[in-house]
């Protein structure tokens, strides 16, 4: 099968198209052919794509780990889905992603597509969303009412972090750039704040129930003093992993694969309770292009998205 590799050339990370052997799915695994592939430009550079579970060097990984496909092949003791079904989902970091032709994954992973996305739209969620809903609910413990502090409101994860807890009767109070301002609004924010020329701490002066940071840094640390007793920070941003500040490896978190929250994310699309946005498609062959950030004419929002088998009809 096809599939873009990461090059162990000691350099900064390069993808390179090889062809691999074809997987063939162990009890309870099934194997995906994959449609889409959702980018984090990030990844390339996070523990999992370089160690080894064991904690040894990486090397070659095939990255991207949420996908949208069909169902290719199934392990034994799989039941709970058909051949050819349409299928989203996310599997384990420490595996080979799904910038190939075929991804191997747990059946616990994957989940029925929603029936009203197409699978470069559906690529787009699984990761996102499930690391705003566990963010929301098994790391902030939402409540309907809570006041939530969302920074980066209007990246991948913000914009469903702002629906999700909208959704659930919450206070959403969005950090942005100000051109966001319209859709943050639109999707359930009752108070924008301008990162770019408002210190967020002196627009808000209650204290709030939760933070749910996808910036780090100092966004990160100067939300501390914000939150009320006893309610959390929570925080996903890539340079959160590496900090060594106690708070911080409190707050933070990698999100899990998880089927039942995605059926639950799938349902509420389908019912058009919550949106997914696409920010740019880009051909297999140039799957460089959507981790070095030079999309040109993207939407605006949302995710990059790697057309690997894209549906001929
Ligand atoms: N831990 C996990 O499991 C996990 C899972 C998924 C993603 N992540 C990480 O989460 C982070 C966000 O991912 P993403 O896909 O949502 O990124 P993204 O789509 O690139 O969005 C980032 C957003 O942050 C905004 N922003 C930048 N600086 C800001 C600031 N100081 N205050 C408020 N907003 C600010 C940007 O706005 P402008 O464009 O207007 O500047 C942009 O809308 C990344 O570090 C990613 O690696 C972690």
Redesign the pocket.
């Known amino acids: 099968m096809k599939a873009m590799r990461l090059a162990d050339s000691g350099q900064s990370p390069a993808l390179v198209e090889v062809n691999l052997p074809e997987f063939l799915p162990g009890p309870g695994q099934v194997l995906v052919r994959v449609a889409a592939a959702g980018v ?1 430009p ?1 990844e390339l550079e996070w523990y999992p794509t370089t160690h080894l579970q064991s904690g040894e060097r990486r090397t070659n990984a095939v990255p991207a780990h949420e996908f949208s496909g069909t169902v290719a092949a199934l392990g034994d003791s799989v039941s709970d889905f058909a051949l050819n079904q349409n299928v989203f989902g996310m599997n384990d970091w420490f595996s080979e992603g799904a910038l190939a032709e075929f991804c191997l994954t747990e059946a616990y992973s994957l989940a029925p597509a929603p029936l009203t996305l197409n699978p470069i739209q559906a690529a787009t969620v699984p ?2 969303a499930l ?1 705003a809903w566990q963010g929301l609910f098994e790391h902030g413990h939402l409540h309907p009412g809570d006041r939530v502090l969302i ?8 914009l469903f972090a702002v629906q999700i807890a909208h959704l659930h009767g919450a206070h959403v109070i969005a ?3 100000a051109s ?1 301002f319209g859709l943050l609004r639109q999707l359930g924010a009752q108070e924008t704040i301008d ?1 770019h020329t408002t210190r967020f701490e002196n627009a808000i002066p209650q204290s709030v129930d939760i933070v749910f940071d ?3 840094g100092d ?1 990160l640390l100067r939300s501390y003093p914000l939150i009320k007793p006893g309610r959390f920070v929570v925080t ?3 340079d959160s992993e590496s900090s060594q500040d106690p708070r911080v490896m409190h707050s933070f ?3 899990k694969p998880h089927q039942r929250q995605l059926m639950e994310v799938a349902a509420l699309i389908d019912t058009g309770k919550l949106r997914t946005f696409v920010h740019a498609v880009v051909p297999f062959a140039q799957a460089a292009a959507a981790y070095n950030g030079k999309i040109e004419n993207g939407s605006g929002h949302g ?1 990059v998205v790697v057309a690997v088998n894209p549906p001929t009809a």
Not at 151 to 158: E, I, L, M
């Open positions: 984090i990030t990761i996102s690391t920074h980066g409101a209007a990246g991948a994860v913000g950090t942005a750039s966001d990162y996808t910036v780090g966004t996903v941003a890539s978190f990698i999100v995710k």
